[in-house]
């Protein structure tokens, strides 16, 4: 190989960039439209201005070629199944009387008309809809968004480089349409697919695109060979065309593994590679595989989906490697950057020495921008924000906020008995029967109450200081007083608190707990016009004091029930941040998991006999390569057992889990030890529990039977078959009843009724069994 190539220019780029603006204008210009106060104009106006805005900031900052397509108005893979004409037949209409309206209406469904299902992009936070497909689905090209876009880009003076969802990833992520059998597989219409992407490629092509991407992050997953020679031919296919720009192919979030010879061998221009964290074995495959003589590699370095700032010299290290292994090497993230915020410039809350650790999206171009200047020019050229990049990292590092004595002191004593209960279920189930006395088919919620505007309102005031903290006490007080009257009149038999504290369930314990840095405006893309703001786990974790006591104890004092004390678990506190990069995960995860651990022992010494620890993301952090799911597991469910595992035997440990399927992590939701988890079932009529008892699942559970997602009220008789259903496969002395979530985003009314609706049909089954 020679470094000729180190002579050509390379090029700084981005896969995609955040949508929402500075201001969250997106947001409001769509939730405007919905609500019926923007015109369907005014809404593309500002859209358009918000594309502008962000080519030009990225021109500006050096990026030579710009994303287009990328953006959207509510999700990128619902515009790819528009753009294929994959609409559902019970939208059609909808689409044709108003593209705009149809549009949302398959976002978020009709009175008549449910909308398409969401789910989580990759291992991500961001949600997209779920295409349905089926044997009868027939594709039509509508290059509209795309080439306008481009048009758009191209009338700036700018290099637009087009992004589409590729065909295989499409289809992987595709689900059989309702009606059509389970067994459909959505790949088997490849040979349809294609040749509508080859006419939106033309399309393209004319409209002026010289490059287009295609992203194929689903071939980061183990495949199977069927799918893998599906890859292989789609890219011949679609490279075998005449009219046609360059492909770049790209794939994100993991290694390429058995694809990555696939994608090497295809007749496209380019691959765009992820060559951060678990993908960084990428380098040594592409090696081994022989590098990509005659392509354009476009390297991910600079981590997409976190907020650190680079190792510029480490990523220059790796560029250098890499252009020994392909005919032109550019730089890139690792994905799009749509997974971190827009800009730490708006953070004034956070200390400037801390800030210059941080890198958000402007940040992170500018730092492609950099490495690809000194790919080309050399390190001469770079040598300022060199120093700046190692003056910031050293900071870092030296911190007292990354590196607390006394924590690490406490993370490096943990032994293995700390992670293991006193005694086996066996033992500790009769201790906590006699201890809680409660019925057979006991009944509980999952934590949360009604979040009631007056709550929110109250939130607001004590921020903006118009009401001070005890007032804003007195008024999470009374709502708790309200909620434990209704559970007791209701007859629930082991109550909650309500939550009313909780803005959210992550942020409330991040916003508690030393080395958490909080932003003000570090808004990501959840789905549609959702937007968080994840905590970011900068430092070591402790817990300077008691974080829930307070209203549990309030709680538990006003009556003689037990009252469930509520936490937040290790895993799902990092799920839902931005982790260190610094330390491994299952470092941070035991640092949380201690100081949570405090928490529970001092919920326990108040006088809690029961305390719940929600995990609804076990499932969803778990690594896309099967190969690295046991170690993930592994460090996941001791991290949790670390939190839990201190207690008495006769303390009673719930754990939550929602969101997703659990059926294939169920030997780790037995190792989690808990005495009884509840989970999402009302849907699925059970099926979980039918999984647990598959796997001989010991303990006891309480799949829910009160679909909280609808406002919907559940009918006695319909929970009173759920739980009969539960009962075929949970014995009586270990099922619970409950519903499937927190309640926090339900109205009032239907809570109550669908509570005592719960009661009556529990009462019910007990009589009969
Ligand atoms: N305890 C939390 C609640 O009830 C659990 C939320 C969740 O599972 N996402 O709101
Ligand atoms: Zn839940």
Redesign the pocket.
Known sequence: MTTKSAAAAARATVYGYPRQGKNRELKKAVEGYWAGTVTAEALRTTAAGLRGETWRQLAAAGVGEVPTGDFSYYDQVLDTTVMVGAIPPRHRAAVAADALDGYFAMARGTQDAPPLEMTKWFDTNYHYLVPELGPDTVFTADSGKQTAELREALALGLTPRPVLVGPVTYLLLAEPAPGVPAGFDPLTLLDRLLPVYAEVLADLRAAGAEWVQLDEPALVQDRTPAELNAAARAYRDLGALTARPKLLVASYFDRLGEALPVLAKAPVEGLAVDFTGSAAANLGELAAAGGLPGKRLVAGVVDGRNIWVDDLERSLGTLGTLLGLADRVDVAASCSLLHVPLDTAAERDIDPQILRWLSFARQKTAEIVTLARGLTHGTGAIAGELAANRAARSSRAASPITRDPAVRARTAAVTETDAHRSEPYGVRTVAQRTRLGLPLLPTTT???FPQTGELRTARAELRAGRIDSAAYEKRIEAEIRDVVDFQEKAGIDVLVHG?PERND?VQYFAERLTGYLATRHGWVQSYGTRYVRPPILAGDISRPEPMTVRWTAYAQSLTSRPVKG?LTGPVTMLAWSFVRDDQPLADTARQVALALRDEVHDLEAAGSSVI?V?E?ALRETLPLRAADQPAYLAWATEAFRLTTAGVRPSTQIHT?M?YADFGDIVQAIDELDADVISLEAARSHMRIARELAAHGYPREAGPGVYDIHSPRVPTTEEIVRLLRAGLQAVPAERLWVNPD????TRGLPETRASLRNLVAAARTVRAEV
């Open positions: 999952i934590g949360s939550e369930m509520m719940q929600d609804p939550h929602c979530c927190g309640l926090k």
